[in-house]
């Protein structure tokens, strides 16, 4: 998968609708796709809630951008690279 590639695909409209949040966890999970939560709280700073976190990889998920899989301490997420 080419990563130069998944990130051409990011353009103004779809950059305009991500929140800072979301384009961060991207970003993260574009650099290493399987992260445990304390690293991803920590990435996205500590006033990051658990419930923001969701709900940013449900917006990624709606957007088509990957797929979510949680395992028991980390989190994995596939990028898809259509």
Do not use: C, H
């Amino acid at each position: 998968m080419d990563r130069v590639i998944l990130l051409k695909k990011l353009r103004a409209p779809l950059l305009k609708s991500l929140s800072d949040n979301e384009l961060r966890l991207y970003l993260l999970f574009l650099v290493s796709p399987e992260l445990d939560l304390k690293t991803i709280k920590k990435s996205l700073g500590q006033n990051s809630s658990l419930r923001q976190l969701r709900a940013s990889i449900r917006k990624l998920e709606k957007m088509g951008l990957g797929k979510m899989n949680k395992g028991r301490s980390r989190y994995e997420f596939y990028i898809n690279s259509r």
